[in-house]
């Protein structure tokens, strides 16, 4: 099988062209094909190689000059600065232990609460949605960045036993768990990988069609109600999945 050129894996992508070079030009940076202080390719050389206008690569190069990842000097050239960070901000938790946990250094705003939400059956593979939930948009933040906005529905009837502090301080699965008479049954994790459209960029503070994590949670109880879905976006830059595959 023939290798593709870096031209045909562009044209292939529905992606703007400046975003998926500023990826490649990050990923030489992070592999070190670029090093730390080198001088890199002219704009006219990376436009021959990868078969753009010089445009383009002017627009990507601002993208990761943004970043921090390079200095550009008139006449002098462009030289890598530094490395793409690799501080995650959010770690997806794959048990149960682990999504009941948050995050001490992370702050939890509430950007709307809708009471009266109804959630269609027919999306759901498991359990039996609620007559009615309250539907809350949360942004999750860490040092003042956002890494996390989720949908999260609560199912009314539980209200309650919720107390109102702890929407925005716990995570979606603390919620509903250790809630009194309330026995959550069965509870599923659904990971996707996407990219950001305009209102999740501008939440996350990233650029159109970045990589992004969707995250969907259930909570199913002892007689089969769905009492909690929460529809999570991460930033796909700052996150991490790590399984354990033996117990």
Do not use: M, Y
């Given at each position: 099988m023939a290798k593709s050129s870096p031209t045909d894996l562009l044209e292939k992508s529905n992606v703007a062209r400046y975003i998926q070079l500023a990826s490649v030009f990050r990923g030489r940076i992070e592999r070190g094909d670029w090093p730390i202080g080198a001088r890199i390719s002219t704009v006219e050389q990376l436009a021959k190689e990868f078969g753009v206008a010089s445009m383009t690569i002017r627009q990507a190069l601002d993208q990761i000059e943004?970043?921090?990842?390079?200095?550009?000097?008139?006449?002098?050239?462009?030289?890598?600065?530094?490395?793409?960070?690799?501080?995650?901000?959010?770690?997806?938790?794959?048990?149960?232990?682990?999504?009941l946990m948050s995050r001490a250094d992370a702050q939890i705003e509430v950007l709307s609460d809708s009471p009266g939400a109804t959630l269609l059956?027919?999306?759901?593979?498991?359990g039996t949605v609620a007559p009615s939930y309250r539907h809350l948009r949360r942004l999750h933040r860490r040092q003042d960045a956002a890494f996390l906005v989720a949908d999260v529905y609560v199912d009314e009837r539980l209200q309650p036993l919720i107390p109102e502090q702890n929407y925005t301080t716990t995570t979606a699965m603390r919620l509903v768990s250790d809630l009194p008479g309330?026995?959550?049954?069965?509870?599923?994790?659904?990971?996707?990988?996407?990219?950001?459209?305009?209102?999740?960029?501008?939440?996350?503070?990233?650029?159109?069609?970045?990589?992004?994590?969707?995250?969907?949670?259930?909570a199913i109880d002892?007689?089969?109600?769905?009492?909690?879905?929460?529809?999570?976006i991460y930033r796909g830059d700052k996150v991490r999945i790590e399984m354990s595959l033996i117990e």
């Open positions: 943004k970043e921090g990842l390079i200095d550009r000097f008139r006449a002098k050239g462009t030289f890598v600065r530094a490395k793409p960070e690799r501080d995650l901000w959010c770690e997806v938790q794959t048990d149960w232990n682990g999504l059956q027919t999306e759901f593979d498991h309330v026995k959550v049954k069965d509870a599923r994790q659904i990971l996707s990988v996407a990219t950001a459209d305009v209102e999740t960029a501008n939440f996350l503070g990233i650029s159109l069609n970045d990589p992004i994590v969707l995250v969907q949670r259930l002892q007689d089969g109600s769905l009492i909690l879905v929460a529809n999570g």
